[in-house]
C-alpha cells in the first residue's frame, strides 16, 4: 500500500508533512504504508535528515513547483503540471499510490483530482465530507465547501455517497440523512431544499426529513446535507463559535473572584474541550465522489493532522471506499445521468 | 404612544403576553406606552384578572381568530381577516398604533405586514435583522430568515436598512458592514455573493468587505449581511450550539473529580452563560424595511421577552426608525428600483 503526500502543501510545509510521515512510519512500523513524499526533493531531503533512522518506506518523488493558496484552482493541472499538488495527485492516478494527501489550495486539489482521477461514475459533483465529531458521536457534513451552486439531485448523490461512506468505512449500519433546512415541514427552505426533499425522501434509505442547524449537534442525524456554501459556512462556524464560546466563559470566570479561585480545578475540562475542538485529531477529509482516495487536511495542518490524516487513508484504502461508493451509486442509477 | 400587541401570537400566549404588558407597565408607570391588547376579549380579560389594578393605560382589542403556526403564511390577511395576528398589523397601517409585537407565525406577520402596512419606498425585500450578542458588543444578522431567495440588490438594500437602523436606533455611527462569504478574497462564494460584492462596495459607506463564519463573533463587522436561507442558518445554529458546548462542557465536568468537586464554585460564571444565551433578555426583532414597526418575538417568548420586546418598540418610535430608514434609503436610490 503506498499513500502519496503533497509535501509543498500547507501553511507548514513541508516540515509539517515530513515529520507526520516519520512519526507514522515510527508508530506503524511492519504496518505502515509506504509514504511517497512529493515536492522539491533538496528541501524534503534536508527535512530528512531531522529524522534519523528513517526507514526504508518513505521515498522522495521531485516536483519542483508550488501551487500557493492564491493560486486560481481551475486550471492548474495545465499551468502547475510540474507542482507537486499535481504530480502527487497524478500517482493515484497511474496507481503508484493507493490515496494522497494534501494540505494545500482546497479548489486546486479538487479540480486536478477531477480533471485528472476522475469522478465516480454516475456522480457530477464530488463533495467535500469532514465528520464533525460532538458529545452524541458526531456527523458527517456534506457538501462541507466544494460546491457553491448545486441542483437537487447533487444533494441527493451527496447523501447517497456520505451513507455508503459512513456505513463501510465507519461501521455505521443503516445511516440516518437529513436535510440542512430552516424548518422541519416538507414545503421550508428555498427552492433547493424544497426541490431536494422529495427526491431524499425517494431515493434515500434512511432519510430522516428536514433538520435545523439548532439540532445537527444533538445526535439526531448521521449525516447532514447541505449546499457547498451553506456547509462551509456551517464549518467555519462551528470552528469559531467554540473558541469564541470557551473566551467568554473564561472571561465570565475572571469577573467573578470565586469562579476565579476555582479556576485551576477545572484544567482538565478545559483541556477537555480543547482537544474537541482541535481539527488536527481528526485528520484529512475525503472529497467523496472522486474516483480515488483524496484527502484534504486543514490549511494550518501540524504534523499531528498529517499523521491523523496517514491512519485515515489507510483506513479507507483498507475498506475499500471507493469501490464501495460505486457500488452504491451503481444501485441507484435512477437518480444519477 | 401606542403598541399592540398580538396577544393570541407564541406558544405561551395569551397569558405571556398579557403578564409582559403589565410587567412593562408597571415597570415604567407614567412613562409607559399605551398597551392594545389584540385577541379573544373572553381570554384577555380573564388573563387580565390575575393583574389586580390594572392601569388605564391598557384596552383590549376583539379579534375571534388565531392564525396557527402551520398555517400557510402567503394568503393569511385575506383568510384570517379576523385573526388578532392581523388585526394587530392593521391598527399600524390605521394610525391607531405606533408599533406592533407577535410571538405568532413569522411568515403570516411579514406576508400581513408587506400587504397591509407595505414597504418603505425602494425597498422590495423586508429583513428580519435580529441584534446577536457576543463578548464583543454584538453585531446584526441581516437577513435572518424572511428571504430563502436573494437578489444581489437585496443584499444591498438590507446593508443600507440595517446601517440606518443601528446608527439612529443603537447609536453606532457609521456601523461596518460585512458579506457573509466562505473566504475573504472578492471572487469568493457562491453566485450571490459574487455578483453582491462589487454593488455593496459602490454603494455601502463602510463595507469592510467579505466576512468568514468563523469571524463573525470576534466583534469584526457590526452588521454582517446575507440571504435568509444562511442568515437563519446561522441564527439557529447560534442557538444549538451554545446550549450544546455548555452540555459537553457539563459532562466533562462530570467526569473529572477534581471539576465535580469544585463545579459549584463555577455556578456564578454558568449563570452568566445562561443569561448571555437566553433570547427572552433581547426582545422582539424588527422587519427592516416594512414601512411601520412590526417587532416579531421568538415564538416561545414568556412575559420576560415580551417585556423587553415592548421596550424595544418604544425606543423604536422615540428614535423615529421608519423616518431614518426612509431618509438613508432615499439618499441611495440609485440601487433602488
Redesign the interface.
Known amino acids: 500500500m503506498n499513500i502519496a503526500i503533497d509535501a509543498m502543501g500547507g501553511d507548514n510545509a513541508p516540515l509539517s508533512n515530513v515529520k507526520g510521515a516519520f512519526e507514522y512510519l515510527k508508530h506503524f512500523g511492519d504496518d505502515a504504508a509506504n509514504i511517497i513524499l512529493v515536492g522539491k526533493k533538496e528541501l524534503i531531503t534536508k527535512e530528512l535528515t531531522a529524522f534519523p533512522h528513517m526507514p526504508e518506506k518513505v521515498s522522495v518523488y521531485d516536483a519542483q513547483d508550488i501551487v500557493g493558496m492564491?493560486d486560481s484552482p481551475a486550471k492548474i493541472h495545465r499551468t502547475k503540471p510540474n507542482s507537486s499538488l499535481v504530480k502527487s495527485i497524478k500517482l493515484v492516478n497511474s496507481g503508484d499510490a493507493d490515496a494522497v494527501i494534501s494540505a494545500g489550495n482546497t479548489g486546486a486539489l479538487l479540480s486536478t483530482s477531477l480533471f485528472t482521477i476522475g469522478n465516480i461514475s454516475g456522480i457530477k459533483r464530488p463533495a467535500l465530507s469532514p465528520f464533525i465529531p460532538?458529545?452524541n458521536g458526531g456527523f458527517i457534513l456534506s457538501d462541507a465547501?466544494a460546491n457553491?451552486?448545486c441542483k437537487a439531485f447533487h444533494l441527493v448523490h451527496f447523501g447517497i455517497m456520505a451513507s455508503a461512506y459512513m456505513e463501510f468505512s465507519m461501521g455505521k449500519k443503516n445511516p440516518s440523512v437529513g436535510l440542512?433546512n430552516?424548518g422541519t415541514?416538507d414545503n421550508k427552505?428555498?427552492?433547493l431544499?424544497r426541490k431536494a426533499f422529495p427526491l431524499m425522501e425517494e431515493h434515500i434509505n434512511n432519510f430522516v426529513g428536514n433538520i435545523?442547524?439548532?439540532?445537527?449537534?444533538?445526535g439526531k442525524v448521521d449525516i447532514v446535507i447541505c449546499?457547498?456554501?451553506?456547509g462551509?459556512?456551517?464549518l467555519?462556524?462551528?470552528?469559531?463559535?467554540?473558541v469564541?464560546?470557551?473566551?467568554?466563559?473564561k472571561?465570565?470566570?475572571k469577573?467573578?473572584p470565586?469562579?476565579r479561585?476555582?479556576a485551576p480545578?477545572?484544567a482538565?475540562?478545559f483541556r477537555?474541550?480543547k482537544e474537541?475542538m482541535n481539527y488536527e485529531t481528526y485528520g484529512g477529509t475525503p472529497f467523496l465522489g472522486i474516483n480515488g482516495i483524496v484527502l484534504k487536511a486543514h490549511g494550518s495542518s501540524s504534523h499531528v493532522s498529517i499523521y491523523n490524516s496517514l491512519i485515515n487513508a489507510q483506513h479507507l484504502i483498507d475498506t475499500n471506499l471507493i469501490e464501495n461508493i460505486g457500488n452504491r451509486v451503481a444501485s441507484h442509477l435512477d437518480i444519477m445521468d
Open positions: 492564491d460532538t458529545n465547501g457553491m451552486e440542512l430552516i415541514e427552505g428555498n427552492e431544499t435545523e442547524a439548532r439540532y445537527i449537534l444533538d449546499d457547498g456554501f451553506v462551509n459556512t456551517v467555519k462556524f462551528i470552528e469559531g463559535v467554540i469564541h464560546m470557551m473566551d467568554w466563559f472571561e465570565s470566570i469577573s467573578h470565586i469562579c479561585i476555582s480545578l477545572m482538565p475540562a477537555d474541550m474537541l
